[in-house]
Structure formats: structure tokens, C-alpha cells
Nanobody, 122 residues
């Protein structure tokens, strides 16, 4: 399973960015894809996750600002980020796991892509 994250960049506080995660076709009937982020000096944390039946999870810190979605082919997941704050600055990673249970713990995801950097300036 290969995952490719893209869409990071520099944005001013209050602005928007859309991240995308392109996944190779999964050998699983059901899967969950998650977005995680890691800020300097902090642990990697779950931001938002979506299953192939579109169950979702959002961290409290991004509820109402971020939206996770999947393309109809199921192999591309987007993270629309709005009203960005400085504290959203981090390297963002997408990850995948088999199964429909939407979980935010990073150790539950065996497949990871390279990160994409999001920098929010004041």
C-alpha cells in the first residue's frame, strides 16, 4: 500500500488549504484513512479520519474548521482546512488501515505516506 500526501504550503492565519492523499488500490474490502500531524517538539496526533463507508472522526481542535472527504473511487482522501491558525503548523501525514473502525491512534495505522508541511503565518 502506497500513500502520497500533497497540498501543503504557506498560508496566512485565517486562510485555507486542501491536502490530498492518493492511495494505491487497497487489497482490503474496507479501510480507513487518517490524517495526522506532527508539530516541532510534539507527538504525532490524529486530526481526522474517514472510513470507506464514510464514518468520520475529527480532533476537537479542528472540528468546524477541517473537513475530510473521499473521492468516489475511494482511493483519494482530501482534508479541507479552513480558518487556519498558527497552531495548525505541522507536518501532515496520511495513513491507512484495514477495517471500518475509525480510530485516531497512530499505532493502529500500519501504512504511512511521507508528510507534507503546512505553515500558518500570523
Amino acid at each position: 500500500v502506497q500513500l502520497q500526501a500533497s497540498g501543503g504550503g504557506l498560508v496566512q492565519a485565517g486562510g485555507s488549504l486542501r491536502l490530498s492523499c492518493a492511495a494505491s488500490p487497497f487489497p482490503f474490502d474496507y479501510d480507513t484513512i487518517g490524517w495526522f500531524r506532527q508539530a516541532p517538539g510534539k507527538e504525532r496526533e490524529g486530526v481526522a479520519c474517514i472510513s470507506s463507508t464514510e464514518g468520520t472522526y475529527y480532533a476537537d481542535s479542528v472540528k468546524g474548521r477541517f473537513t475530510i472527504s473521499r473521492d468516489n473511487n475511494g482511493n483519494t482522501v482530501h482534508l479541507q482546512m479552513s480558518n487556519l491558525k498558527k497552531e495548525d503548523t505541522a507536518v501532515y501525514y496520511c495513513a491507512a488501515r484495514e477495517g471500518l473502525i475509525v480510530v485516531s491512534q497512530r499505532y493502529m495505522y500500519p501504512y504511512w505516506g511521507h508528510g507534507t508541511l503546512v505553515t500558518v503565518s500570523s
